[in-house]
């Protein structure tokens, strides 16, 4: 028996929490946003062997060997395609033939199997590998790919292989090579259109990568520990900054977006320079030299607005240019110069100076000798011990030449913007001074202005820190003093008062940096419209840390509408998708449980929803080997109720796609469960299986004649269902021989169970085999050779199952028999018998003697009887103990047509069930008949029976082995001979359960002896009817062998008990087959004595 538990409330997705404050969460610090660096001895095993090692090619056919299948079904499909190949090989053209050719081969060159039959963690792995080496990858496929990748990235991760800051990069490394892999393989293959999507896509990549980016600078990218011994004494303005950004958060997440976007920028750079071969900078040497100006005024040309000499200062101090040509070539140089300042490629920048004959403008941007001013550790190993800037800051104070330089850098952008000079020359010196409203006007994309401000923001960061070193040192005011004749500094002009020059324009909040990218009126229009770009939404709520924002964001963009919500479809933004599945599950796994307990609400509610949108998107994507990674990540109910659903609707598909997705949940979900949290195989399994069995709700037309032979076909797809239990697990997952061994079990236990069932809906006599016992039957074959390695025959449920299967087998081998038997008569019978042949005729014969043959081993079994229904029950009689039996069955007509139930018919049939016992036994029992139409499907009926159990019949041992008073009752239904009902109209069962209850109606146990007293009061009795109808052909081909003796005497022994089993109509059947075998005889006989006279 199975009772289907009602589903509990928490198996729906959980009610999405309502929007927390961020600024009651947004303090970084209870995060730990910025975490420790791991070290180096954590590095991917990815990138060496020990990956490798675990992987291995699987191939059907691996040189010289043909390897072992899981299931003998598996490896028919792959003989049946392999031979398809073959066969098909001369239509396939060259590039799919390749194709063909190269999924099959193998990657490691020294094995043999297949990565389908491989585990699913292994698979994953394997695929991985077999992308690296695959050199020409096909477009159409790099989604596929990227899914793999990214998978196995993760689940290397959530096993604790890899550390996930380092899949972070994993991930945006893996978007770049996707990304340049499109943009390779569309140039100029595709046409204009095609192409230009293409490009859209390959962009997309780097919008993602970008993303991860950012979350490795914000969340994977550890805080440096500065050591002692690179600070010297007196310390310098630059390592008191350095010191400062190191424990001041704002400046810390301010440091980390300029390098991000840095790095960003340089890669954009190198990709540049590796699709078009050029790269930024490549002029001749001493192109920045004033040759055309020099030239000009050679001439001794009077021209006002031309300058009159050539030194660096010439235009500023005489307000005048330089010749167009010349002016236009430094415009080119700085432009240059403004794109590696960028890239954080300060020393590049230098060096194009110098070579460019600017050597003067390289002084401007590396001062102090050309150290490195940037606020980082690498800066501090750059610069090592390095004595001059502490020598200069000795001489004139902590920070005094820093403030002095960004002075003149202030002065130099805001003179060159009066006089109109060039944009460039005017941003690079705007940028050294933080002056912002001179570098944002050439800033026309949404990343340069993002750095342009974080950059900014970060130096007058450090320049208010370093302000207070002007009185901190009583020797340090008294030079101040002295340089300024003992008046008091003024405030608002001056290097002492810096940096209050450009303060105001600054943000306060990481919030006021992200406002100022969306005003049109601070900002180009192009910046303001790029920050409605997902990922740019995506980057800017990352780094105000407002996660949770972040997750609804990602739902409103990937939930389906209304009328998709339950669809399994291929989405149309599978990256973002990808994208938003994986940010949840990182984001779930660095943060831990230092996370709010709001929004580790959301994250686990929201983030659920995105995780199960993309394990959607694989399975409708025929990726099943992969939706265990993510599945498993899931709530308990969410996660089983998806398995659930994925493995229904690759029920009819083969079992190719069966197995791949059989072990993405066997091997990333644990078999059993001890946690309420976490789904187990094992739940998943027992759902899908009580699913197969409960009447699915249906709708109809106005023909209702073909109902029944519905139903008698969902019997195909119920045994289908027990294919999920007779894969076999890999042997990489532990106690893999024991999961064998108890998957096996079940499919016995379920077997019987539709064997029951089966047996009463395959009681007509036709030709027509019952396609659900025999698939069953088909499916349990290859496993149960392998039982006696599997499981102990010494637990007596194992053994008491395993026979009731062999009775089972028993039972349908004779049923497909007989029908052999009863089609060749059918056959035989159209006929004329002067036309048939002789061996037409010993056809029939032999089926028949066949049939005989197998009956009489069936029905006299002498250790035990066929399908024993002796059981003890686990009550005593001092416990107020119920049975109860319920049944979904249609109502049939003697023709096969369905009946459609109706209020009243279903209470003629309460009537009619009552009135099959006697009116002592109603009171006495406590007898209780319900039969309503069902709610699911309105041709069905639901009746339940419910009495009070006694001695021999639910408590003791049951002896009589017929069921009892409900399985006598239901009988009748089964038989269609229920008094005052329709005559002829019989119960066709859908599903039908038996237990033990209390008083209260709560299950106590299974009343398998019900069930099983049922199908003998079913199925004996027409096994032997069937039997009298072969006797009888026997009889008139002129067999003497009493067959219908044995069958008379079988029934009128007490010492088989099959005479109580037989209803009266039975009986008088039995009688008319008697009489008539008893006729056959006797006209044999008659046509004999001639003979003998």
Not at 260 to 267: N, P, R
Not at 648 to 672: D, G, N
Not at 984 to 997: K, N, P
């Amino acid at each position: 028996m199975e009772v289907d538990p009602s589903p509990s409330p928490s198996s729906r997705p959980p009610p999405l929490p309502g929007y927390f404050d961020p600024e009651s969460s947004g303090r970084r610090e209870e995060y730990r946003r910025y975490r420790k660096r791991l070290s180096s001895s954590n590095a991917s095993p990815l990138l060496g062997s020990s990956l490798s090692k675990s992987s291995e090619a699987r191939l059907l056919y691996g040189g010289d060997s043909i390897q072992r299948r899981p299931n003998a079904g598996l490896l028919l499909e792959d003989i049946k395609q392999e031979a398809a190949d073959y066969s098909n090989m001369d239509g396939l053209d060259g590039s799919r033939l390749f194709g063909s050719a190269r999924r099959r081969e193998s990657v490691d060159d020294g094995s043999a199997s297949d990565a389908a039959f491989s585990s699913g963690r292994q698979a994953v792995k394997q695929a991985l590998k077999s992308v690296k080496l695959e050199d020409d990858m096909d477009v159409s496929r790099e989604g596929e790919t990227n899914s793999t990748m990214f998978a196995s990235l993760l689940d290397s991760a959530i096993q604790g292989l890899v550390p996930f800051p380092e899949v972070i990069l994993q991930f945006e490394r893996t978007c770049r090579k996707a990304s340049e892999s499109i943009r390779s393989a569309a140039t100029g293959k595709l046409r204009l259109v095609d192409d230009k999507l293409m490009q859209q896509k390959a962009q997309l990549l780097l919008d993602e990568a970008a993303s991860w980016s950012l979350l490795w600078y914000l969340y994977g990218k550890g805080n440096e520990e500065l050591p002692g011994d690179l600070f010297v004494s007196p310390t310098t303005s630059h390592q008191e900054a350095c010191r400062f950004v190191a424990t001041d958060l704002t400046a810390q997440l301010c440091k980390r977006i300029v390098l991000w976007l840095e790095g960003l920028a340089s890669e954009a750079l190198d990709l540049e320079k590796k699709v078009r071969g050029s790269h930024v900078g490549s002029y001749l040497p001493s192109s920045g030299v004033w040759h055309r100006t020099q030239r000009y005024l050679k001439r001794k040309s009077n021209d006002s607005t031309i300058v009159k000499h050539v030194d660096f200062d010439a235009p500023s101090r005489e307000g005048a240019q330089l010749h167009p040509d010349d002016k236009k070539q430094d415009e080119l140089l700085l432009e240059d110069i403004w794109t590696l300042l960028k890239a954080g490629r300060l020393e590049e920048a230098s060096e194009l100076c110098r070579s460019a004959g600017q050597a003067w403008r390289a002084a401007t941007l590396c001062p102090f000798g050309g150290i490195d001013l940037f606020p980082s550790l690498e800066a501090l190993h750059k610069n090592g011990k390095s004595r001059m800037l502490q020598a200069i800051e000795l001489e004139s104070g902590v920070g005094r030449q820093w403030r002095l330089w960004k002075w003149a850098s202030y002065c130099a952008s805001e003179k060159i913007a009066e006089q109109d000079g060039g944009r460039y020359e005017m941003a690079v010196y705007a940028l050294q001074c933080s002056n912002l409203k001179r570098i944002l006007p050439i800033c026309t994309d949404w990343e340069s202005a993002c750095w342009a401000m974080a950059k900014s923001w970060l130096d007058v960061q450090v320049d208010l820190e370093l302000s207070q070193y002007q009185t901190s040192r009583p020797d340090e005011k008294q030079l101040d003093e002295d340089m300024n004749g003992n008046q008091p500094m003024l405030s608002s002009v001056g290097p002492e008062s810096w940096p209050y020059h450009v303060l105001d324009q600054q943000p306060r909040d990481i919030t006021a940096l992200l406002q100022k990218l969306h005003s049109s009126d601070l900002v180009h229009e192009t910046v303001s419209r790029a920050c409605r770009e997902q990922h740019r939404q995506i980057e800017m709520n990352l780094m105000s840390g407002n996660i949770a924002h972040l997750l609804d964001l990602l739902w409103s963009w990937l939930s389906p509408s209304e009328e998709e919500q339950n669809i399994l479809r291929p989405l149309d933004d599978p990256e973002m998708i990808r994208f938003g599945a994986h940010i949840v599950l990182v984001l779930r796994y660095i943060f831990g449980d230092e996370m709010e307990d709001e929004l580790e609400e959301k994250l686990v509610a929201i983030g659920d929803l995105i995780i199960t949108t993309y394990v959607r998107y694989l399975f409708s994507e025929h990726q099943e080997e992969l939706v265990g990674v993510y599945a498993s990540q899931l709530q308990r109910d969410l996660c089983v109720e998806l398995f659930v659903e994925m493995m229904e609707l690759r029920l009819h598909s083969s079992l190719h796609t069966m197995y791949k997705l059989f072990l993405s949940a066997v091997e990333y979900l644990p078999f059993s469960s001890l946690e309420s949290s976490k789904a187990s195989f094992e739940e998943i399994i027992e759902r899908v299986l009580s699913r197969s069995r409960q009447t699915k709700p249906k709708k109809y037309d106005e023909d209702f004649s073909d109902i029944a032979q519905q139903y008698h076909l969902q019997s195909l797809q119920k045994a289908t269902v027990i294919q999920w239990l007779c894969f076999t697990p890999p042997s990489s997952i532990p106690g893999f021989e024991i999961i064998t061994g108890k998957l096996l079990i079940r499919a016995l236990m379920h077997s019987n169970t539709l064997f029951r069932e089966f047996s009463l809906i395959s009681m007509r006599r036709a030709p027509e085999l019952p396609a659900g016992p025999h698939k069953l039957l088909a499916i349990l074959a290859e496993p149960l050779k392998q039982k006696d390695n599997t499981f102990s025959l010494e637990d007596p449920d194992v053994s008491d199952n395993l026979q009731e299967f062999e009775d089972w087998h028993e039972y349908y081998s004779l049923d497909a028999t007989y029908r052999n038997w009863l089609k060749v008569e059918m056959v035989n019978a159209a006929v004329a018998p002067e036309m048939l042949s002789v061996e037409e005729k010993d056809q029939a014969v032999s089926a028949a003697r066949e049939t005989l043959e197998l009956a009489f081993l069936l029905l006299h079994k002498e250790e035990r009887p066929w399908l024993n229904a002796v059981e003890n029950s686990p009550f005593d009689s001092s416990e107020p103990i119920f049975i109860e039996l319920h049944a979904t069955a249609i109502l049939c007509l003697p023709s096969g047509e369905c009946m459609l139930p109706d209020a009243t018919l279903c209470t003629a049939l309460t009537s009619a069930l009552y009135s099959t016992v006697c009116e002592e036994d109603v009171l006495h029992r406590q007898l209780k008949v319900d039969a309503q139409v069902s709610s699911k499907d309105p041709c069905c009926i639901e009746v339940a029976l419910r009495c009070k159990a006694e001695e021999g019949d639910g408590y003791g041992l049951h002896e009589a082995n017929d069921g009892g008073l409900l399985a006598a009752i239901m009988a009748a239904g089964f038989k269609g001979e229920l008094n005052r009902f329709q005559p002829g109209v019989s119960m066709e069962i859908s599903r039908i359960d038996a237990w033990y209850s209390d008083g209260n109606g709560s299950v106590e146990s299974t009343a398998a002896y019900i069930i099983r007293g049922l199908c003998r009061r079913c199925c004996l009795p027409e096994t032997i009817l069937r039997s009298m109808q072969a006797s009888i052909s026997l009889s008139e081909a002129g067999d003497s062998l009493d067959h219908c003796d044995k069958l008379i005497e079988l029934v009128a022994s007490s010492e088989y008990g099959m005479m109580h089993l037989f209803s009266q109509q039975q009986l008088q059947e039995f009688l008319l087959f008697e009489r008539e075998c008893l006729i056959c005889k006797m006209e044999l006989e008659e046509e004999q004595l001639p003979s003998d006279g």
